[in-house]
């Protein structure tokens, strides 16, 4: 693992599934928890959702800056930071007793998102080509999104299980979650400072880094540019802005739905934990299932049709009625999220090169991150007035027609046959 040999294309992916492993394990232990805990401490829906927006306008404005830094100064300087900051802002979180404590802690882990955003995954592409010019990257990717969907399952499961276990009867149900999760997070950080080894890359500073902020600035400038003059990567991009809603809705509205029909905070967490467990491990199936399915009908056509399955499950659970219902669709939302995760980012890298990967990827979830806080400051003050159901509808409706900004990158797929 410390040898300086080049890394094989096999090494890296090994590497890029591990990491992902332990990047994504302390999300899957606090799922769901982060609008539950505020909840338990005496906020309101409209006043989590106002918090959960302040983290995604922070990753909105930094996102660019980030990966030009990132495309310029290294990957691994940039991971490392971010995972000194999601420690910090974790710490502070479950400790929060307030509006503001709660939305220090998101600031802070709205710039750990920010810095974490992309670095890893171009790595792990630049790397590979480093080894391999044609190495098929959707494999290594697909592969990414089964272990994310694996560690968030299982993170989930021992979520769900220290929180029913609850053996600290002086604190909240709630908070032993966050802590393993920090502490976990605190693992991860090490393993990234000891596995990424950056291979060489074009557009890096020759005369190390005090040119690194100009250099990023340059990059992010000609990210714009590649948004105004490449309308397949244009469109890409906005796919997220419908993508972004129908994600809010299984992402933050099911554990309050599920909170109202169960009666309460704890009970709610106890069960979506094994829920979400079983819909993160649902993810992983339909990542590895989309990686077999693009090689028949192309990476283009199977992000089309996740996309609009996606929808069509979200629009089911608005419409059922029922805990049973409602977790039956949000495990078929999971399913086909899974399955549309690595194909839209294969398509991205597509559009990239090693000089701006960093910032083509950052553009994406900037974009994302913007849509998702936009969505929440309309979205949770519409399920307050007009109830949950309604809300997914809606949200649902939105990743559907999103698919169609798909097509261009359809055309293109089938003109370089």
Do not use: C, K
Not at 90 to 116: P, Y
Not at 332 to 347: E, I, Q, R, S, V
């Amino acid at each position: 693992m410390t040898s300086r040999l080049p890394l094989t294309v096999a090494a890296a992916e090994r590497r890029l599934v591990l990491l992902t492993v332990t990047r994504w394990l302390p999300v899957g232990l606090v799922f769901g928890l982060t609008v539950l805990l505020p909840l338990e401490r005496g906020l309101g829906l409209a006043e989590v959702g106002t918090l959960l927006a302040v983290q995604g306008f922070v990753v909105l404005a930094l996102e660019l800056p980030t990966g030009g830094l990132a495309d310029t100064l290294g990957r691994r300087p940039l991971l490392i930071v971010a995972g000194v900051l999601a420690v910090a802002s974790s710490l502070l979180f479950v400790t929060a007793t307030g509006f503001w404590m709660f939305a220090a802690a998101l600031v802070l882990q709205g710039v750990f998102r920010a810095l974490d955003s992309g670095p890893l995954e171009a790595w792990f592409v630049d790397t590979a080509h480093a080894a391999d010019s044609t190495a098929p990257i959707e494999r290594g990717l697909s592969r990414a999104a089964t272990a994310l969907g694996v560690a968030i399952a299982g993170g989930a499961l021992a979520g769900g299980a220290l929180i029913a276990w609850h053996p600290v009867t002086g604190w909240s149900a709630l908070v032993l979650p966050f802590v393993v999760a920090t502490v976990a997070m605190v693992g991860h950080t090490v393993l990234v400072a000891a596995l990424v080894r950056e291979p060489a890359r074009p557009g890096r500073p020759v005369e190390g880094r005090r040119h690194g902020v100009t250099d990023a600035v340059r990059v992010v400038g000609q990210g714009f540019r590649m948004l105004r003059t490449a309308p397949v990567l244009r469109s890409l991009v906005l796919v997220e802005v419908f993508w972004s809603v129908a994600m809010i809705a299984f992402e933050a509205l099911t554990p309050v739905r599920l909170s109202a029909l169960l009666g309460g905070e704890d009970e709610a967490g106890a069960l979506f934990g094994p829920a979400a467990a079983a819909a993160w491990a649902l993810f992983a199936v339909g990542s590895a299932a989309a990686g077999l399915v693009s090689r028949r009908i192309g990476v283009s056509a199977t992000a089309i049709a996740a996309r609009i399955l996606n929808g069509l499950m979200v629009v089911t659970m608005g419409l059922v009625a029922g805990p049973l219902g409602l977790v039956a669709a949000f495990w078929l939302a999971y399913l086909t999220h899974g399955a549309g995760g690595p194909m839209h980012a294969a398509l991205l890298h597509r559009q990239a090169t090693g000089a701006n990967r960093a910032v083509v990827l950052s553009m994406n979830s900037m974009v994302a991150g913007g849509s998702y806080s936009l969505g929440l400051l309309l979205l949770t003050p519409f399920a307050e007035a007009f109830g949950t159901g309604t809300a997914f509808v809606v949200a649902g409706a939105s990743s559907v027609i999103g698919a169609v900004l798909y097509l261009p990158a359809r055309r293109q797929e089938r003109s370089s046959r």
